[in-house]
T-cell receptor, first 111, second 115 residues
Framework: EDKVVQSPLSLVVHEGDTVTLNCSYE??????LLWYKQEKKAPTFLFML????IEKKSGRLSSILDKKELFSILNITATQTGDSAIYLCAVENSGNTPLVFGKGTRLSVIA | GAVVSQHPSWVICKSGTSVKIECRSL??????MFWYRQFPKQSLMLMATSNEGSKATYEQGVEKDKFLINHASLTLSTLTVTSAHPEDSSFYIC???????????FGQGTRLTVV
């Protein structure tokens, strides 16, 4: 059975801290791994990763995939209160199949 | 970029009534859309896969007679919660990919409250 495991489930940090969110997976026909940020509504897209070792970066957020060890990390540097959200990791199999989601990491950034 | 629009964003209904939620792909054709349900502080749970022109595929434990899915066109899928009960109160989200294999786009979500 396909599964995606995220850790930690919940995290509280102070503004300015750097955080690393983890996502490990076991799926049958891996195509890509995606990170989403969810605040009050539907998830919003952050990154799609398909190749190992290539870091994707967007501002203070970055992510990398290790296809050999089957995991990805999402880094957020110099955190701000606006980064408080649930971060979801999802894995896509080949074919037009639904994403397999992890349970998410709830990040709270306090001033 | 591709946009998926979901309507309504928020609905309150009485027990026993039915509620229809629409999911539209605005600038691409989606032969397949996915419906998710999310309980507070939990991740997205796949309910069903909606296929244009054919019957939806439901996940185990999801009642197909209660959650009716219709995907009559390449840009519209609907989820109808029939005879809603308070335990159906939840956040429902649809998604589609353009094209298959690219980033999945989500609708805004519908928060359903059954009283």
């Amino acid at each position: 059975e396909d599964k995606v495991v995220q850790s930690p489930l919940s995290l509280v940090v102070h503004e300015g801290d750097t955080v690393t969110l983890n996502c490990s997976y076991e799926v049958t026909n891996f195509r890509s791994l995606l990170w989403y940020k969810q605040e009050k509504k539907a998830p919003t897209f952050l990154f799609m990763l398909t190749s190992s070792g290539i870091e994707k970066k967007s501002g203070r957020l970055s992510s990398i995939l290790d296809k050999k060890e089957l995991f990805s990390i999402l880094n957020i540097t110099a955190t701000q209160t606006g980064d408080s959200a649930i971060y979801l990791c999802a894995v896509e199999n080949s074919g037009n199949t639904p994403l397999v989601f992890g349970k998410g990491t709830r990040l709270s950034v306090i001033a | 970029g591709a946009v998926v629009s979901q309507h309504p964003s928020w609905v309150i209904c009485k027990s026993g009534t039915s509620v229809k939620i629409e999911c539209r792909s605005l600038d691409f054709q989606a032969t397949t859309m996915f419906w998710y349900r999310q309980f507070p502080k939990q991740s997205l749970m796949l309910m069903a896969t909606s296929n244009e022109g054919s019957k939806a595929t439901y996940e185990q434990g999801v009642e197909k007679d209660k959650f009716l899915i219709n995907h009559a066109s390449l840009t519209l899928s609907t989820l109808t919660v029939t005879s809603a009960h308070p335990e159906d109160s939840s956040f429902y989200i649809c998604s589609a990919r353009d094209p298959p294999g690219m980033n999945a786009f989500f609708g805004q979500g519908t928060r359903l409250t059954v009283v």
